[in-house]
């Protein structure tokens, strides 16, 4: 099946600092990217919709400031949050449907972020 | 509001049981809906692919029903493993083939040997 790639797997930061997470298509190409947040315990949640050669489109409650979205390419899109705090500490994980009809969706391995 | 829901939460079974997962969803209009399996701390393995036509999948040992009309799916699991340990997750797709994944919060199985 297709592949998508999330790097990295893990990060620590200090407070203040901003964190870049790339989300990579490896054999085919991605107009769209999803990117969400999944708390212990609970379910993915959308953040944003990337899409490439445009703004990203944001859910309601997510701040575009702080979780800067940039799709530059048909196969790399990246999450940068920016002036991390404790709060932002979660799981990270993006997504990628194929551009055909069934439309199967393949999720990268997802990024731990600790935010001390 | 489109809603998906898991019950049960969590399930514990001992090997060699058969199971079954369930997922409603409030929406009816669906484009898909998809199975996914989540590792602790890992990311998700796409299990099943089931378009709003079709009425089941099945890949191994694994088997979903869709009912649309009802607003939900089962995900059948064959003669449990320990390896089947996992949380599984119910996403429904509206909006068409570009759209966003709906997630219910998923249902925790132990397997145990």
């Known amino acids: 099946g297709a592949v998508v790639s999330q790097h990295p797997s893990w990060v620590i930061c200090k407070s203040g600092t901003s964190v870049k997470i790339e989300c990579r298509s490896l054999d085919f190409q991605a107009t769209t990217m999803f990117w969400y947040r999944q708390f212990p315990k609970q379910s993915l949640m959308l953040m944003a919709t990337s899409n490439e050669g445009s703004k990203a489109t944001y859910e309601q409650g997510v701040e575009k400031d702080k979780f800067l979205i940039n799709h530059a390419s048909l196969t790399l899109s990246t999450l940068t949050v920016t002036s991390a705090h404790p709060e932002d500490s979660s799981f990270y994980i993006c997504s990628a449907p194929l551009r055909r009809e069934n439309t199967e969706a393949f999720f990268g391995q997802g990024t731990r972020l600790t935010v001390v | 509001k489109q809603e998906v829901t898991q019950i049960p939460a969590a399930l514990s079974v001992p090997e060699g049981e058969n199971l079954v997962l369930n997922c409603s969803f409030t929406?009816?209009?669906?484009?898909?809906l998809q199975w996914f399996r989540q590792d602790p701390g890992k990311g998700l393995t796409s299990l099943l692919l089931i378009q709003s036509s079709q009425r089941e999948q099945t890949s191994g040992r694994l088997n979903a029903s869709l009912d649309k009309s009802s607003g939900r799916s089962t995900l059948y699991i064959a003669a449990s493993q320990p390896g089947d340990s996992a949380t599984y997750l119910c996403?429904?797709?509206?909006?068409?083939?570009?759209?966003?994944?709906?997630f219910g919060k998923g249902t925790k199985l132990s397997v145990k040997p």
């Open positions: 929406d009816s209009a669906i484009y898909n």
């Open positions: 996403a429904v797709r509206y909006g068409g083939s570009q759209g966003n994944l709906i």
